[in-house]
Nanobody
Framework: VQLQASGGGLVQPGGSLRLSCVAS????????LGWYRQAPGKPRELVSM???????NYTGSVKGRFTISRDNHKNTAWLQMNNLQPEDTAVYYC????????????????WGQGTQVTVSS
């Protein structure tokens, strides 16, 4: 399984970005898809997660500004980030808890490469 993240960049405070995370491979179901982020000198933290049934989870600092969504058929999730602030600056990592078919069903955690989000004037 591979997770491909895209959509990071440089944006001014108050601006918006949309991150994408595409899971590929011999996937039975993507149970969880979402993002963590890591700012310089800080531990990695959960940003948002969405289950295959559409249950959502957001860390408090992004509630009301970020929206996560997904397409189960495409094994893809998006993170719409609005009203970005300098404290959102971090490397954002795509995460997936995915069940694959390998003779049987095996559920594992996967990480994509990071995508840099920089919020600065």
């Amino acid at each position: 399984v591979q997770l491909q993240a895209s959509g990071g960049g440089l944006v001014q405070p108050g601006g918006s970005l949309r991150l994408s995370c595409v899971a590929s491979g011999n996937i039975y179901i993507s149970n969880l898809l979402g993002w963590y982020r890591q700012a310089p000198g800080k531990p990695r933290e959960l940003v948002s997660m969405i289950t295959s049934s559409g249950r959502l989870n957001y860390t408090g600092s992004v509630k009301g500004r970020f929206t996560i969504s997904r397409d189960n058929h495409k094994n893809t999730a998006w993170l719409q980030m609005n009203n970005l602030q300098p404290e959102d600056t971090a490397v954002y990592y795509c995460y997936g808890k995915i069940t694959v078919i390998q003779g049987t069903l095996i559920t594992s955690e996967y990480w994509g490469q990071g995508t840099q989000v920089t919020v600065s004037s």
